[in-house]
């Protein structure tokens, strides 16, 4: 039986991976919470190999990041960025066309053909330019569109957080990759190094954040990625989540200073004016509600009178519909 290069470069990931994954349980040893969190139920063995991660990028990947940083000018980092990143393209629009979402699988797909030819072999960015959004995808997010439940939280040895849903996505992302077909191994082999290299200088700033914010790192990092993964589940299924629910009926307008103020107003005329307008509320004190300054001098609802003192000629050409003030009509309140 013949063994193609793919897999037995897998082969010896997986036996590496093996490797780490004992390793990191025999320094588990027993290790255990009393009350795990729900939804992370191995929270003592990821906690401990979440701490031997972190010691890993510590003394190890954080320090040749920053040396990447200070060898590699901006632009040829951006390059390298938009490098990688189209070569991404190529499994989410594989996941966007798995997931029968056929305009964004198309719209990767022109995203991959653009940059590759315009984009000198995607180091430029040319389809963002020409208005061709970048998506997010994985094999993990597939298997959640069809309804496979993630399973409990894991932290893998070098991979960092997880689920168990998204572990086994991984896998099939390392098939849809093409720096996986890249011959000689050594030369795939070096393109993922720089990739996590290139990844990890770009997230010094987070991780600077991070250290300074977070109390308890561990519960900061779970609960982010956990929170992230079920918003780009819940975009990819497109539920209304986001919309806006027209559920719940709009409030009534309150119609108390309205009926104060007519009241206020009618009964200003009357003997007992006086005593009514502060029942309710004195709105009467503020003639600008509204009312003419005919009737707010007067304090009544008489019509307009000529210059003899009779009452004005009010007759309504055909036709015109005058609408009557508020205060010609008995103030009413709604409950």
């Known amino acids: 039986m013949q ?4 897999g037995a ?20 040893g027993c290790s255990t919470v009393p009350t795990p969190t729900k939804g992370d139920p191995f929270e003592g063995l990821n906690r401990t190999i979440f701490t031997v991660n972190d010691k890993i990028d510590q003394y190890a990947l ?35 066309l798995l997931q029968l979402r056929i305009a964004d ?6 995203r991959i053909v653009i940059n590759t030819v315009f984009g000198v072999g995607g180091l430029f960015d040319v389809a963002t330019l020409a208005k061709l959004p970048k998506h997010e995808n994985d094999l993990g997010l597939t298997l959640g569109h069809y309804g496979v439940p993630a399973g409990p939280y894991l932290v893998l040895p070098l991979f960092g957080p997880s689920t168990v849903r998204d572990a086994v996505g ?37 991780s600077d954040v991070l250290e300074g914010a977070a109390l308890d790192k561990y519960s900061f990092v779970r609960n982010a990625y956990l929170q992230r993964r079920q918003y780009l589940l819940s975009n990819n299924r497109r539920t209304p989540q986001e919309l806006p629910s027209y559920d719940e009926e709009a409030p009534l307008p309150k119609y108390d200073e309205d009926a104060g103020a007519g009241a206020a107003a009618g009964t200003a005329g009357t003997p007992g004016a006086a005593q009514a307008a502060p029942a309710s509320g004195a ?16 304090g009544s609802a008489a019509g307009p009178t000529d210059t003899s003192g009779n009452p004005a000629n009010t007759q309504i050409p055909a036709g015109q519909l005058v609408p009557p003030t508020r205060f010609n009509f008995p103030s009413f309140r709604l409950h």
Do not use: H
């Open 105 to 110: 699988g198309v719209s990767d797909v022109m």
């Open 170 to 206: 991984s896998l099939g992302n390392y098939y849809v990759n093409p720096i996986s077909y890249i011959d000689p191994p050594g030369l795939s082999w070096a393109l993922y190094g720089l990739n996590v290299v290139n990844t990890r200088a770009n997230l010094l700033g987070a």
């Open 62 to 96: 954080k320090p040749v990041a920053k040396g990447y940083v200070w060898a590699t000018p901006q632009p040829v980092r951006d390059s390298v960025t938009n490098f990688f990143s189209n070569i991404g393209d190529v499994y989410i629009a594989a996941n966007n």
């Open 9 to 28: 470069r897998l082969g010896a990931c997986a036996v590496q991976f093996g490797k780490v994954a004992v390793a990191a349980a025999l320094l588990a």
């Open 283 to 298: 709105v009467a004190a503020t003639p600008a509600q509204g009312a003419s300054a005919p009737e707010a001098a007067s």
């Open 3 to 6: 063994t193609t290069p793919q």
